[in-house]
């Protein structure tokens, strides 16, 4: 008779379903490890990140600072510049105000004649009022014909004209008034 042991079978599956458990654990723990690995680099790079994000963050702040500074001197600069062109439109008025005068004496000087002189001479804003005296009526209409021939005056007008005596001789005081306009 034969004998056929029947019990060893049960022994085999046990051991394969001890070391079927011993895999799954030890999957388990790489899989953990792989997490706690993965969790790790995720942690360190995100740190990593925020260091550089902070270090960029003081470096604009350094750069913003350095132009505020230059903003403040262009600012600075740019105030200097308006005073200055301001001071030289202030010169180049007072330049074309310093010509007005000397034109406006020059062309009285040209048409004055030689028995007529001024007393008192006054203008503003083109308007000149002008005092004189003259040795003869002629002399006086001469003046005022030549005034009226010259372009840097206008609407001349002879407002008032009076004979007198000085010293036993014949004055003819006047009053003129009219426009003047500078060369530009």
Excluded: C
Excluded at 54 to 60: C, F, G, H, M, T
Excluded at 73 to 93: G, Y
């Amino acid at each position: 008779m034969i004998k056929i042991n029947l019990l060893g079978a049960p022994r085999a599956t046990k051991v394969k379903k001890a070391s079927q458990a011993q895999t799954q654990l030890m999957l388990g723990g790489v899989i953990l490890l792989i997490s706690l690995g993965v969790t790790f680099y995720g942690w360190h790079w995100l740190d990593s990140k925020i260091t550089e994000k902070k270090d960029e963050k003081s470096r604009k702040e350094k750069e913003l600072a350095q132009l505020k500074e230059k903003v403040k001197e262009v600012e600075s600069l740019e105030s200097i510049k308006r005073e200055l062109e301001e001071k030289v439109k202030i010169i180049d008025t007072l330049k074309r105000n310093q010509s007005g005068p000397v034109h406006l004496l020059d062309e009285l000087s040209k048409n004055l004649p030689e028995r007529v002189w001024l007393i008192s001479l006054s203008e503003q804003n083109g308007q000149v009022d002008l005092d004189g005296k003259a040795m003869s009526n002629a002399e006086l209409v001469s003046f005022y014909l030549n005034l009226t021939h010259t372009p840097l005056f206008s609407n001349v007008q002879l407002i008032e004209s009076r004979s007198a005596m000085e010293s036993n001789t014949e004055v003819f005081s006047f009053k003129m008034k009219f426009q003047f306009k500078p060369a530009v």
